[in-house]
């Protein structure tokens, strides 16, 4: 298993500032993903943060407002950009290995903008 | 694509009483199933996952779930609930060729225990 920090875990911003969201974990991992999910919502996958390389997006998120870094094997950031109200959502990082079929989850960053 | 649908967005039940939450998936590929539970104001715990085999699998606290492959179903179970079991409940599925990999996950299903 992996155990996965989340940092912070809960943040109140302005609109229009920007959050940076820190996930760490105990282990090298090969695959890193950020999710959101949305106040009684399901998770919806953001990106796949790939080590040396720049993250994969999925349908309808975008690097400009959602910047990711992943400089090694143990660590991502996600940054929530230029934020409006509704960017007020939990966001989780999980992390995976190729040949594991479990993802592991971090405890979500609590984010609300006012 | 890959799509997961869970049937009941909200089950309330008594305590001890049992509880069936259904899930049902559709993909072109072959597919892991996992249930996850998300208590209240914390991440995701896995609770059970289907790879291959016994279509019935036994997991955490008490849990079960059944895979039907001609109905394309996942339905979790348990036999007795406590009122620790109140959370929401996520079925998930990721692509057998990869493993390890990123989860679709259905809407979830919150679980109320009343005493």
């Known amino acids: 298993s992996a155990v996965i920090s989340q940092k912070p875990s809960r943040d109140i911003c302005q609109r229009g500032t920007s959050l940076t969201i820190q996930c760490q974990v105990d282990?090298?991992?090969?695959?890193m993903f950020w999710y959101r999910q949305q106040p009684g919502q399901s998770l919806t996958l953001i990106a796949t943060?790939?080590?040396?390389?720049?993250?994969?997006?999925e349908s309808g998120f975008v690097i400009d407002k959602f910047p990711i870094s992943r400089p090694n094997l143990t660590f991502s950031t996600l940054t929530v950009s230029n934020m409006s109200p509704e960017d007020s959502s939990i966001y989780l990082c999980?992390?995976?290995?190729?040949?594991?079929?479990?993802?592991?989850f971090g405890q979500g960053t609590r984010l609300t903008v006012v | 694509a890959q799509s997961v649908t869970q049937l009941d967005s909200q089950v309330p039940v008594f305590e001890e009483a049992p509880v069936e939450l259904r899930c049902n998936y559709s993909?072109?590929?072959?597919?892991?199933l996992f249930w996850y539970v998300q208590y209240p104001n914390q991440g995701l715990q896995l609770l059970l996952k289907?790879?291959?085999?016994?279509?019935l699998v036994k997991g955490i606290n008490g849990f079960e779930a059944e895979f039907n492959k001609s109905q394309t179903s996942f339905h979790l179970r348990k036999p007795s609930v406590h009122i620790s079991d109140t959370a929401e409940y996520f079925c998930?599925?990721?692509?057998?060729?990869?493993?390890?990999?990123?989860?679709?996950f259905g809407g979830g299903t919150r679980v109320l225990v009343k005493p």
């Open positions: 993909s072109s590929v072959s597919v892991y």
């Open positions: 943060a790939n080590q040396g390389s720049e993250a994969t997006y």
């Open positions: 998930a599925v990721s692509l057998r060729r990869a493993a390890g990999n990123k989860l679709t």
């Open positions: 282990s090298q991992v090969t695959m």
């Open positions: 999980s992390v995976g290995q190729p040949m594991n079929t479990e993802a592991f």
């Open positions: 289907y790879l291959s085999g016994s279509t």
